[in-house]
């Protein structure tokens, strides 16, 4: 395989899953053949520093891939804009590129599904994005892959024809949105998207993912998906600066690599009504929620 993506690595204050993620990067069947950009913000605060270093002395040991740069940051830019300016950077140097950060353990063939994808993919301009998580899905009778409307942000790729589309600012985004436009973007009202643009308006959270989605939405574009993950994130154990403790998006890895991409690039309406289904029924009964409330409480 031909001009493979670079990846892009972005990590912070967590040295054990950092050592996990690239640990599972490394057995990746493409790894060697793979450039690896490892971009470590800086410390946001004093008592980040340490853990800052502690990831930043393991990093300087990783080996494995065809080539490994370090991009070291002195300020804290915090994880959005970290990402934004190195996803633009690799895309502007590659024309694409693979993207993971720090809590990420990934099948061996992940690289391989974003690589095959990418090169498919490259002129369909309305394939904008290809995922590697999927939640766990009841219909059995799914494709190996699939087109979805809206961008996970555990594990993806795009390319520099896509992301040029990306808009950064949130008033200019919300602005195009109508009654429907709303209900389409959140699932019919199952996944809480709208509520995180707002939030991002109103400086309650600083997602790069969500202003990512609705660039893709708005301009009509689709994301390719796995139907069973190739991606788990390891990070909801509490030492995420955005991650909470929850385990309902924790899946099993595919250990099988895909083999089967769609041809006709629309939506699949059955993986559709199986993410509908999931994003409505993933939080189970009040009392279900009460019990798991109080176990993250206890935990």
Partial sequence: MQNLAPIALFVYNRPKHTERTIKF???????????????????KM??????????????KSV??????KIIESKANKGLANSVIEGVTQLNQQYG???????DLVSSPHTLTYFNEALSRYRDEEKVMHIGAYMYHLKEENLTESFFYRAATSWGWATWQRAWQHFEPNI??????????????????????????????????????AIRWYASIFLKGGLTL????????????????????????YN????????????????????AYQAIRSFLSNRKGSIWTRIKRFINEKLS
Avoid: C
């Fill in 251 to 270: 899946v099993i890895i595919n250990p099988k690599p895909i083999t089967q991409f769609p041809d006709e690039i629309k939506e699949n309406q059955v």
């Fill in 63 to 68: 080996d494995g891939f065809k080539s490994v």
């Fill in 171 to 208: 008033d200019t985004l919300i602005k195009q949105f109508d009654k429907k436009k709303i209900h389409d973007f959140s699932i019919e009202g199952t996944m809480n998207f709208w509520k995180q643009m707002q939030d991002f308006k109103h400086k309650r959270n600083n997602s790069w």
């Fill in 25 to 43: 990067l490394q057995q990746n069947l493409l790894a060697a053949d793979s450039r690896l950009y490892i971009f470590s913000d800086g410390a």
């Fill in 225 to 248: 998906n796995p139907s069973q993950s190739l991606v788990n994130n390891i990070g909801h154990d509490g030492t995420g600066v955005h991650s909470g403790i929850n385990d309902i």
């Fill in 46 to 59: 004093q008592g980040d520093e340490d853990k800052v270093n502690e990831v930043r002395d393991f990093i």
């Fill in 96 to 102: 694409q590129v693979i993207v993971f950060e720090d």
